[in-house]
């Protein structure tokens, strides 16, 4: 089936329009502090008509792999979900997604310059720079800043990737005064499409 733009999609950004839609899959999630654990998240890309695109994610973690509460300073502790016994909620993100008005400096021809804003319940907003071309998306941290009582994360990295249909995608931390490493990474499939 040949791909259709998204109805009211602005131009700005086509290069973002196969990420619209819902997607959920398995992942797991694995640093310094926390135990391995399966979990599960659905994720949205939608729009408004506007120069970008919205985002929302939320992870639960899969029963049978609960981590134990992280020592004070490290990663939050997961909070039971009082209307769904089968998975304990890990954490959630909101924010927008657009290309990029001109170039970055460094993004290699043939790619997209982009901007997202993320922000999370624990207390912190994320600004990441980066490209998009090829079904891959590569971001970084250009600030993080957070409020009195959150945890500290001092860079950030994720990489996103369309492979065989499916949302590839893995999100790196330094934290807490360990460099940057892999914290999750998921596998998802669409499961509709605007």
């Not at 009195?148 to 790196?172: C, D, F, I, K, P």
């Amino acid at each position: 089936m040949a791909f259709a733009f998204p109805d009211g999609l602005a131009p700005e950004i086509y290069p973002l329009a196969w990420l619209v839609g819902t997607w959920q899959g398995d992942g797991v999630v694995d640093y310094p502090g926390i135990d391995a654990s399966g979990f599960t998240q659905r994720v949205v890309f939608d729009h408004d008509g506007g120069p970008y695109l919205r985002y929302e994610s939320t992870i639960r973690l899969t029963p049978d792999h609960t981590p134990t509460v992280p020592e004070p300073g490290t990663l939050p502790a997961p909070q039971s979900t009082p209307n769904n016994h089968d998975s304990v909620f890990w954490s959630t993100e909101t924010g927008y997604w657009r290309v990029a008005p001109q170039p970055h400096e460094g993004v290699p021809d043939g790619q997209t310059s982009l901007e997202v804003l993320l922000a999370d319940p624990a207390g912190r907003v994320s600004v990441y720079l980066g490209a998009a071309g090829d079904g891959k998306i590569q971001l970084v941290s250009d600030l993080i800043a957070r409020t009195a009582t959150a945890t500290e994360v001092s860079a950030s990295q994720r990489m996103y990737g369309s492979v065989n249909g499916q949302l590839m995608w893995v999100h790196s931390l330094a934290a807490f005064g360990h460099p940057l490493q892999s914290y999750v990474s998921a596998t998802l499939n669409r499961v509709d499409h605007d």
